[in-house]
């Protein structure tokens, strides 16, 4: 793992959009990893990597497989758990390691490549396992939607020799869902959950304190039967998102004085719900649109 081995491209694929365009990408994934023999999964318990994870058990066995899912305050406590149980569920041999990305002053100043910080140290807390175990592959769950998307976790994986046999099998995110459908997996209309720390905006520094208090108010929202959102940290004020479809019922006069009262609880300040609605990481748009970061 101490080489860097760039991400290869998705394989050329002229059907892209046809039924046997997908299963030539899904017997892509199959045959790439059967050529690893032995890996770790990256295992975050979401739609990607848990495809992964199941595909390998398929291909591999279960003595050939490992999951690995590092914990820290930067992973929600009930995604942990859904992690364990996933594990489980597929027979799979899971392993959970305490990361250490919040010894980095380099990742709590939270610049905009906050996440090759947390994915070198996630990698670097597995590499021993690999040499122990004897396994002769780590493999992520990147997808060949996430290459064009801003993802420094990418050139951590790169430095540490990380394969991504879903992007490298030119598999989508439908793709992934479709895939995950097929094979049975409850987690395929799973929304995306990346870690606590990409609520807060970028130059804004990064505490498990503050993290905690994001956990608890998102997790408030759930109970009361919001399946997808985020809660922004913006300082002393809370942006709420919600896909538009549940702004109508969120932006009801009852269940905004609720809200307000449970996250002002919390120790926010302010508590605004944002009328663009739920947007997949939306504190890029200060990347994309060339904006200073502020600190």
Do not use: W
Not at 75 to 91: N, V
Not at 154 to 175: M, Y
Not at 188 to 217: M, W
Not at 235 to 258: G, M, Y
């Amino acid at each position: 793992m101490s080489n860097a081995i760039p991400i290869p491209s998705p394989i050329p694929d002229p059907g892209a959009r046809t039924p046997a365009g997908f299963e030539a990408r899904c017997a892509a994934l199959r045959a790439a990893l059967r050529a690893m023999r032995r890996v770790a999964v990256a295992f975050s318990g979401g739609v990607d990597s848990a495809l992964v994870l199941r595909v390998a058990l398929d291909e591999l066995g279960r003595d050939n497989v490992l999951a690995v899912t590092g914990r820290s305050a930067s992973l929600k406590r009930s995604e942990l758990e859904a992690a364990e149980a996933l594990a489980r569920s597929l027979g799979a041999e899971h392993v959970v390691l305490d990361t250490s990305e919040f010894d980095n002053a380099a990742y709590l100043a939270n610049p905009t490549n906050r996440c090759y910080f947390c994915k070198t140290t996630l990698y670097e807390h597995v590499r021993p396992l690999l040499a122990s175990r004897g396994l002769t592959a780590l493999i992520n769950g990147t997808n060949a939607d996430d290459l064009t998307d801003h993802r420094p976790g990418l050139a951590a994986a790169a430095e540490h020799g990380v394969r991504s046999p879903l992007a490298e099998a030119g598999l989508t995110k439908p793709d992934v869902r479709e895939l995950a459908r097929r094979l049975g997996l409850d987690v395929h209309d799973k929304p995306a959950s990346p870690c606590l720390s990409s609520r807060v905006p970028y130059g804004e520094s990064i505490t498990p304190e503050k993290l905690r208090r994001i956990e608890d108010a998102e997790d408030y929202l759930a109970s009361l039967g919001f399946r997808e959102v985020r809660v922004r940290s913006h300082a002393d004020l809370a942006r709420i998102e919600v896909p538009a479809t549940d702004l109508p019922r969120l932006a009801d006069p009852q269940v905004c004085a609720r809200v307000a009262a449970r996250l002002k609880s919390l120790g926010f300040v302010y508590v605004t719900l944002d009328l663009a609605g739920f947007r997949s990481g939306s504190l890029n748009d200060v990347i994309r649109l060339n904006l200073p970061v502020r600190s």
